[in-house]
């Protein structure tokens, strides 16, 4: 069966390092995968989109990798600081059609 | 900020009583997405709609209804609620075309209580 796995343990972290993140799935072949943050109560915000012919893309302190034979991505946030604190999710295109799946979320604390 | 408007954003309810979960958008996009979230818990896709008149149920088995008459509307219908039904619901929206997978804006959601 298809899965997408995220560390379902919270990771908590001190403020400056890096934290990384990590999407792990099963039984599918995207052509795109994307990570979103989530606060509690609210809905998710869209923050990267990767593709299957990149390795690797940043935005301003985050970086995501994208491994098709690992079936994996990393997110990646440097310096990290308190305001970083929240859900990330990864998601998936799937259902041969724009049918996204949400991965379980990793909760992240940045502690001062 | 996305111009996407859930109502109402907390609603309890008896049970039996029928619901309508209102969603709407004002960006314009052709696909449309209904999830359910439990707190701490992942986002399940109930229901979703590539454009008008075309609605389709998600992973989750849902006792739901959606019905997509105009571009920018995808209302959730319960016809009857239950306990079980108690959960938040996120509406969610994207762009479409060319096959590329373009970002979802989501609502602020409907934290929806069933006593």
Same mark, same amino acid.
């Not at chain 1, 604190?85 to 724009?98: E, H, K, N, R, V």
């Not at chain 2, 029928?18 to 996009?29: A, D, F």
């Given at each position: ?13 001190? #403020? ?20 979103? +943050?989530?606060?509690?109560? +609210? ?10 012919? #990149? ?5 301003? +302190? ?51 | ?6 109502? %109402?954003? *907390? ?21 449309? *997405?209904?999830?359910?979230?439990? %707190? ?34 995808? %209302? ?6 239950? %306990?079980?039904?108690?959960?938040? *619901? ?14 979802? *804006? ?10």
């Amino acid at each position: 069966s298809q899965k997408i796995e995220q560390n379902s343990e919270a990771l908590n972290i001190q #403020e400056g390092k890096t934290a990384t993140l990590t999407c792990n799935y099963t039984n599918y072949s995207p052509a795109y995968l994307q990570w979103y +943050r989530q606060d509690p109560g +609210r809905g998710p915000v869209f923050l990267l989109l990767i593709r299957e012919n #990149e390795k690797e893309k940043r935005k301003e +302190r985050l970086k995501v990798t994208f491994d098709t034979t690992l079936k994996q991505s990393l997110f990646h946030i440097t310096a990290s600081q308190p305001a970083d604190s929240a859900t990330y999710l990864c998601a998936i295109l799937s259902g041969g059609y724009q049918k996204v799946t949400f991965g379980t979320g990793t909760k992240l604390q940045v502690i001062p | 900020e996305a111009d996407i408007y859930q109502t %109402p954003r *907390y609603l309890v309810i008896g049970t039996g009583k029928k619901i309508t979960l209102e969603c709407s958008q004002t960006m314009g996009h052709d696909k449309m *997405y209904w999830y359910q979230q439990d %707190p701490g818990m992942e986002l399940h896709l109930i229901h979703y709609s590539y454009g008008v008149n075309s609605t389709e149920k998600g992973d989750l088995s849902s006792e739901s209804t959606v019905s997509r008459i105009r571009t920018e509307h995808f %209302p959730l219908t319960l016809e009857s609620a239950r %306990p079980s039904h108690t959960s938040q *619901y996120l509406c969610a929206s994207s762009e479409s075309g060319g096959g590329a997978f373009y970002e979802q *804006y989501f609502g602020p959601g409907t934290r929806l209580t069933v006593t």
